[in-house]
């Protein structure tokens, strides 16, 4: 009687915000393609997950986490090929990975390291500008083919509804695993070729194993979390003024925010306080500085950014 071995992975998602653009940490692994930082835990060694995950990382990156929270757990048979260096002891073996995202403000490089902005792997989610062009003419065309050529009428309106879910009216930025798997299931990204075996290419940049998954469960971790913790302050310099902190809200849900919307609902929040200090910009005014009013932990149980009025001018 065969047995499966079951080991467990580690993946870390770190994230920055670099001149308004969301970027997460990639290594170099003999060529293929991009991938999170990961390594096998090993219970002989690692006091527990998140010092095993702080190990590998630092190995492969040189770089010390700092905000570090566990996203999910992915154990989904297949997961990554047989000649893994996760998979050296069995041939029969299944890895169950622990996914963490991670949080900095300070974007330095390693040795086979490379901070790229995460909309590199998912184009369709950056809405910044206007609504990405790929959307109506290669995705939408795409599903409603994928509903087409659903085997039964009960299977079509299931797949017609998540399309409307994920890509009708009423974006919903948060929504980014969601659609990232229904582009998997109907054959729009490189993955699906990649772990089917088929002939063709998909959109965005592919990662390795389930890296771009792990990703996106990350990226709409984080949007979600804008919302009712600030959590963007870990990604903020100390002193900064109050359009660097709506371009970095921006930059990580996608949207463009109304600049006066904003910064009132900045100040309802108590989020801020002046520092008395100026910026002395190459151009232009000087803007007051602010800096995150940690006291606003005390005070209520949800502290964030809710993202009411989106869409809108923004300067």
């Not at 995202?101 to 040795?111: G, N, Q």
Request: with cysteine; aromatic share 10%.
């Amino acid at each position: 009687m065969s047995t499966t071995v079951v080991s467990i992975g580690l993946s870390a998602a770190i994230v920055a915000v670099e001149s308004e653009q969301p970027v997460v940490l990639v290594v170099a692994h003999d060529g293929t393609d991009d991938a999170l930082p990961f390594g096998p835990f090993d219970p002989a060694h690692h006091r527990t997950l998140e010092s095993g995950l702080r190990k590998w990382v630092g190995e492969q990156t040189r770089f010390d986490l700092g905000y570090t929270e566990q996203l999910y757990t992915f154990g989904d048979k297949g997961r990554h090929l047989p000649s893994s260096g996760l998979q050296k002891e069995a041939k029969a073996s299944r890895v169950v990975s622990v996914g963490y995202l991670a949080l900095t403000r300070r974007v330095k490089e390693a040795p086979e390291t490379q901070w790229r902005g995460w909309y590199h792997y998912f184009p369709w989610e950056d809405w910044r500008d206007a609504k990405p062009a790929m959307i109506d003419s290669v995705i939408l065309p795409a599903l409603k083919k994928f509903v087409k050529d659903a085997p039964n009428a009960e299977t079509a309106e299931a797949r017609r509804e998540r399309v409307n879910v994920c890509f009708g009216e009423g974006w919903d930025e948060e929504r980014v695993l969601e659609r990232y798997e229904l582009l998997y299931e109907a054959g729009l990204v490189e993955e699906f070729y990649r772990d089917s075996g088929k002939s063709g290419t998909g959109l965005g940049t592919a990662m390795l194993f389930d890296h771009r998954r792990i990703l996106a469960t990350a990226i709409a971790r984080l949007r979600g979390k804008l919302k009712y913790r600030p959590v963007v302050f870990e990604l903020m310099a100390p002193d900064f003024t109050l359009l660097e902190l709506q371009r970095a809200v921006e930059a990580l849900a996608g949207l463009r925010l109304h600049k006066q919307n904003f910064r009132r609902l900045v100040a309802e929040q108590g989020l801020v306080e002046g520092t008395g200090k100026f910026s002395v910009p190459a151009r232009g005014r000087p803007a007051e500085l602010f800096r995150f009013r940690r006291g606003v932990l005390r005070e209520r149980p949800a502290p964030g950014l809710r993202l009411g009025s989106r869409r809108g001018k923004s300067s």
